[in-house]
């Protein structure tokens, strides 16, 4: 099966743009480097396309109380403009996907599912809207996503669109959504707007002085806040108190895994839990972790820490923050010890 492109496929290419099949996309994991970009992001501003991600519209006078039921928030709570990461969750207490649910009004709402989940959270949401008056809608093929990250960005988009949004605040611009939220911890928003809007956006922000960035660097930025990757930190089997994002539930309301979940309080558990490299270094998912000389868990993430420079990693663990474990990485012992995230 050939890989999907997004509409700045010919863009990444003519920027020199290394490619990468990233969930049936082919995406841009690069540009020059990802530690030049990684700093980018972090000291001036970048630009990420993001357009493989979903959007999926819940619209209806149940919507308020649907998607209170099928994730880990409830939207009683949330006003209009108002933006919230959450789970949503099977009834194991299982992680699904992770999402951000968009408070468009109280009878209108934008999820948007990691781009490997859109078909799965689209029947999830169908199979549990019987008793709902809503209308769930999977408009992803129809719109684009940017992601403008970094100290600059706030400044940018005031050029660019003459607006400002607030962290975790939304803004409509005719039929443009901008919202202040992102993957890498810094200020910044996500642009969000009809397909054939795409290129008039990205042209306008690189003129000004965004870094186009990759995946590469997606993915350090994130980990260095501790940011879950879905498939990655969370395959299916975990539930939102293992992944040590307890601070997602709501738990005064009802919810789907709700009753699994408050069993599992009631236990012992290994939760997520931040490794840093000691040793000279760099961690990789899948390298083994070892404490008093027996295999303990294995690293979820892992990669090099562009500011810290140190290997950084997150891992299933049942030990105490500050206990020094070690790290096998290719057949060496590196030491290393069990850190709060963010990393910085």
């Known amino acids: 099966m050939s890989l999907r492109r997004t509409p700045l496929s010919n863009h990444h290419r003519e920027l020199g743009a290394k490619m990468v099949d990233f969930a049936g996309w082919e995406m841009p994991i690069q540009y020059s480097s990802i530690i030049s970009e990684h700093k980018s992001v972090r000291e001036a501003a970048g630009i990420f396309d993001v357009s493989h991600m979903g959007q999926i519209f819940v619209k209806g006078s149940d919507a308020v109380k649907f998607l209170s039921f099928v994730t ?43 781009a490997s989940k859109i078909k799965e959270i689209m029947d999830w949401l169908l199979d549990n809207s019987n008793d709902f008056n809503v209308i769930i809608e999977d408009l992803s093929d129809s719109y684009f996503c940017l992601a403008l990250q970094g100290p600059e ?40 707007g009809p397909l054939d809007q795409v290129e008039i956006h990205w042209e306008a922000l690189v003129d000004m002085g965004a870094i186009p960035i990759g995946l590469g660097a ?105 206990s020094e474990v070690t790290i096998e990485v290719r057949g060496k012992h590196l030491n290393g010890r069990v850190v709060r995230t963010p990393f910085l």
């Open 218 to 322: 997606r993915d350090t930025l994130r980990l260095e806040k501790g940011y879950l990757l879905s498939g990655q930190d969370f395959k299916g089997t975990e539930t939102t108190l293992d992944t040590n994002y307890a601070w997602v539930i709501d738990w005064n309301h009802e919810f789907i895994g709700r009753e699994a979940l408050v069993l599992q309080k009631q236990s012992d558990y290994s939760k997520l839990s931040g490794i840093l490299l000691e040793d000279k270094g760099v961690l990789r998912p899948g390298c083994s972790v070892y404490y008093n000389n027996n295999k303990v868990s294995e690293l979820t993430s892992g990669s090099l820490s562009p500011i810290l420079r140190k290997g950084i990693g997150l891992s299933y663990i049942d030990l105490d923050i500050d």
């Open 72 to 114: 880990t928030w409830d939207m009683l709570r949330q006003k209009d403009g108002d933006c919230r990461y959450c789970h949503i969750l099977n009834h194991k207490g299982q992680i699904i996907d992770d999402t951000i649910v968009y408070t468009i009004s109280n009878t209108e709402y934008l999820l948007v599912p990691n």
């Open 153 to 192: 960005a706030p400044r940018l988009l005031g050029q660019h669109l003459n607006t400002s949004v607030n962290s975790f605040q939304l803004e409509t611009l005719n039929d443009v959504i901008v919202s202040g939220t992102g993957y890498t911890g810094e200020k910044g928003c996500e642009i969000i």
